[in-house]
């Protein structure tokens, strides 16, 4: 079993949807949790991360953990085509040296 | 303020060859790792190093060999290509204190014919 299983779509959405991406994991140990986007042919950006359970909002982004069920998730309001690129989730134990990656999921925001 | 730096971009080897992947950064981070990313796989780590003179392996760290003899280079040797190593490769580097999230360069596309 993976460590960290993402849906690796692909995800069509038209602009202006609201679009949930989620990861699911295995280990209880895991402290911090993260969301990576990653345009093509580069390398992955991070986007936001929190620490345990709870909700992060930065602007268009929120960010949601629920350690209780082992998983995390991304929503997108407003979704802009700027927003097509593939999501990685991302996550670690609380020492953070060794980071544990979901496969991705693409998504294509259509105008 | 360049971040992290990966050379070559893109590379053509033929099975059985050696070549160095080149990794800087020049934002003084203690702790540098090596991933690739393979279709279906997400990003696997190969071997990391929380300073100079200090590495250790990763997930994948069969086939490669990885040196710090400073802070700010990390490089990712194939001792001896083979198609299975054809990726893209990925290194990326925090600072150590605590918890940081790793910053990322662009990749090197290496094909392995």
């Known amino acids: 079993q993976k460590e960290v299983e993402q849906d690796p779509g692909p995800l069509s959405v038209p602009e202006g949807a609201i679009v949930s991406l989620n990861c699911t994991y295995s280990?209880?140990?895991?402290?911090?949790f993260m969301w990576y986007r990653q345009y093509s042919r580069k390398g992955p950006e991070l986007l936001m991360y929190t620490y345990s359970s709870g909700n992060k909002e930065d602007g268009r982004f929120t960010a949601q953990v629920d350690k209780s069920s082992k998983y995390i998730s991304l929503f997108i309001r407003d979704s802009q085509p700027s927003d097509s690129a593939t999501y990685l989730c991302?996550?670690?134990?609380?020492?953070?040296?060794?980071?544990?990656f979901g496969t991705g999921t693409s998504l294509t925001v259509i105008p | 303020n360049a971040g992290v730096t990966q050379t070559p971009k893109f590379q053509v080897l033929k099975t059985g060859q050696s070549m160095t992947l080149q990794c800087a950064q020049d934002?003084?981070?203690?702790?540098m790792s090596w991933y690739r990313q393979d279709p279906g796989m997400g990003l696997r780590l190969i071997h990391y190093?929380?300073?100079?003179?200090?590495?250790d392996q990763g997930e994948v760290p069969n086939g490669y060999n990885v040196s710090r003899s400073t802070t700010e280079d990390f490089p990712l040797r194939l001792l001896s290509a083979a198609p299975s190593q054809t990726s893209v490769y990925f290194c990326?580097?925090?600072?150590?204190?605590?918890?940081?999230?790793?910053?990322f360069g662009d990749g090197t596309r290496l094909s392995i014919l």
């Open positions: 280990n209880s140990a895991f402290q911090y």
């Open positions: 934002m003084n981070h203690e702790y």
């Open positions: 990326a580097s925090s600072y150590l204190q605590g918890w940081q999230p790793q910053h």
């Open positions: 991302a996550m670690t134990l609380n020492t953070g040296n060794q980071f544990y």
């Open positions: 190093s929380v300073g100079a003179g200090i590495t």
